[in-house]
């Protein structure tokens, strides 16, 4: 079926640190992919999305690179800030099933001073 | 601006009580979501409506319903609360839906329920 699949959390980084997020996704078709962020006690924005192969997003500094060869969806940052500090969702899009999102489990970043 | 509005942000519920989460927009967005978000278990959906008196199942349906006489609200009801409830749960909305992949959702500060 469709999934995601991102890195297990908590990552705990230094300010101005290279944060790395994992996310690789089973679908078929072509989907979308999309990162969303959840800052403490908020609901979900969103952050960043791809909607084709070799397709670049990018937001407050993060990037990611839509890669249909290895099914994934990596969200990078060259230098984190404290105000990073969230919990990030990997999401797909369903296209044939009523614009359905499907989410990754999360992974929550801790950015210390 | 609103956005999107969800009432209310806290619920404690005993097992059998039943109760409706509510859930507005003011962007005249034509599709609403309801999610529930487990701890490390990312979202779920529960229902969704494609527009005024449309809805339809999503992966969680059992033990909710929903409905959507206006395009404003898309409320979710839950006649007979069960421990596996607790959760927070988010109402989401976009335009034209998610099909073209260029348009995205708006979500709610959630609703935080506990049955006990």
């Known amino acids: 079926g469709n999934s995601v699949t991102q890195m297990e959390g908590p990552v705990t980084l230094s300010e101005e640190a290279f944060l790395t997020i994992n996310c690789t996704y089973t679908?078929?078709?072509?989907?979308?992919l999309f990162w969303y962020v959840q800052y403490p006690g908020e609901g979900l924005q969103l952050l960043l999305k791809a909607t084709k192969a070799d397709d670049k997003g990018s937001n407050k500094g993060f990037e990611a690179t839509y890669r249909k060869e290895t099914t994934s969806f990596h969200l990078e940052k060259g230098s984190v800030q404290v105000s990073d500090s969230a919990v990030y969702f990997c999401?797909?899009?369903?296209?044939?099933?009523?614009?359905?999102?499907?989410f990754g489990q999360g992974t929550e970043l801790s950015v210390k001073p | 601006n609103a956005g999107v509005t969800q009432t209310p942000k806290f619920r404690i519920l005993k097992i059998g009580q039943s109760m409706t989460l509510q859930c507005a927009q003011d962007m005249n967005h034509n599709y609403m979501y309801w999610y529930r978000q487990d701890p490390g278990m990312g979202l779920k959906l529960i229902y969704y409506s494609v527009g005024a008196g449309i809805t339809d199942k999503g992966e969680v349906p059992n033990g909710y319903n929903v409905s959507r006489s206006t395009t404003e609200d898309f409320p979710l009801r839950l006649e007979l609360a069960a421990p596996s409830q607790t959760s927070v749960y988010f109402c989401?909305?976009?335009?034209?839906?998610?099909?073209?992949?260029?348009?995205?959702?708006?979500f709610g500060q959630g609703t935080r329920l506990t049955v006990v």
């Open positions: 679908a078929t078709g072509y989907p979308s």
């Open positions: 989401a909305s976009s335009y034209s839906g998610l099909v073209s992949g260029n348009t995205e959702a708006f």
């Open positions: 999401a797909l899009l369903i296209y044939n099933q009523g614009g359905k999102l499907i």
